[in-house]
């Protein structure tokens, strides 16, 4: 495969649909069962030959995004690079519409979008397998972010089994003002469970079943997130964006993730436009945005 010039990839958010959380393990992660599903909002990353790694960013949450080697796209580049002796002289650009430390895995899905590009733009044709391993590195949703679809997550969320989707859903995720930090979630989902065992985390079979049959009103009653009373313990006022959506017609409301994105499931379009307009109009977060999943997996474009 010969050297691309410059390379832009596609790479989509995530819902959890399910997220169910295991006790703390030794190394400081938690045993998931995560059921991911990739929905239409999105970052695109471009690669392009540069002198030295250098990263820049374009979005309305821009200014929260680390340009330095922190940023996931560049971690990826250069773990990339290191694996093939090379070095990484390239800059990143990204064009951000996925909130920011939201709880829909947009620093993964940079780190997956970027490793995309930079494969493409050097022309090393790795293999999926490959990439996967480095996405493990990355961080627990990064193989997701660059597979999409639907998938379920074990382990830390990083070794996945593809799910089959039979059909759209329709979405609504209202945006909060800041954002939550995934690891500060994790430790309160700890305080908040101490001295009660947790069991381990399982997949639910009727809401793997609602998937594969695009059934949405069981959807709707089988989503789950052991991580939400932790993001509404550590901001109480997210109740009342659930409760805003719902009370607008939304299906199912849940936080996504570590939050503090909020996800409502609606019947169809129209359903969603409603309930982002009421949302909007109800002062209970920053904005709110339609979506539809699944959507596909990083994408060159
Ligand atoms: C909670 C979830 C749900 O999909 O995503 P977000 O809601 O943040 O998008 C994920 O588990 C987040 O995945 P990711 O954000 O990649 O986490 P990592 O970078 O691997 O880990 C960040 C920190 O989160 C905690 N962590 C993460 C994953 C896991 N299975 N157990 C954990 O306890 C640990 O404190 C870890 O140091
Ligand atoms: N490319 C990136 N985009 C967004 N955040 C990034 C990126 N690289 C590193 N980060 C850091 O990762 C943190 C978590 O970001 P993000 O992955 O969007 O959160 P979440 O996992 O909750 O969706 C951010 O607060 C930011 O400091």
């Known amino acids: 495969m010969t050297a691309a010039e410059s390379v832009t ?14 006790a703390a393990r030794p190394d400081g992660f938690h045993d998931l ?32 995004v680390p340009l330095d080697r922190t940023n996931l796209a560049a971690r990826a580049a250069e773990l990339l690079a290191a694996r093939h002796g090379i070095v990484p002289d390239v800059h990143l650009h990204i064009a951000k519409d996925i909130p920011v430390a939201g709880g829909m895995a947009g620093g993964s899905a940079d ?3 970027a490793l995309l590009a930079c494969d493409a733009l050097w022309g090393l044709d790795s293999s999926r397998e490959e990439l996967l391993e480095i996405c493990a590195e ?4 990064v193989p997701f972010s660059l597979i999409g679809g639907a998938a379920l997550g074990t382990g830390r969320g990083e ?13 609504v995720f209202a945006v909060a ?6 690891p500060v979630v994790f430790g309160e989902f700890d305080r908040l469970t101490e001295g009660v065992e947790v069991p381990e985390p399982a997949a639910s079979k009727v809401l793997l079943d609602a998937l594969r049959t695009g059934d949405t009103t069981a959807l709707a009653a089988a989503l789950a997130n052991d991580l939400q009373a932790a993001a509404l313990s ?22 996504s993730g570590s939050g503090p994105t909020t996800a409502f499931l609606v019947k169809d379009a129209e359903s969603a436009e409603t309930v982002a307009a009421a949302l909007i109009a109800s002062g209970t977060c920053r904005t709110a945005r339609v979506a539809t999943s699944p959507a596909p997996g990083a994408t060159v474009l």
């Open 159 to 171: 070794n996945l089994t593809e799910l089959p989707v039979g059909g759209g859903f329709h979405w």
């Open 111 to 113: 780190g997956a979008g």
């Open 138 to 141: 990355l961080g627990s949703d």
């Open 9 to 22: 990839v596609r790479v989509h958010a995530k819902v959890n649909v399910q997220l169910a959380v295991g």
């Open 33 to 64: 069962a995560s059921v991911f599903l990739a929905v239409s909002l999105h970052d695109e990353v471009t690669a392009t030959p540069s002198d030295g790694l250098t990263v820049t960013c374009e979005g309305r949450d821009a200014d929260k």
């Open 234 to 255: 550590l901001r109480p006022s997210l109740a009342e964006t659930l409760t805003a959506g719902t009370e607008a017609g939304a299906l199912a409301a849940l936080v």
């Open 177 to 182: 003002d800041g954002g939550l930090s995934t």
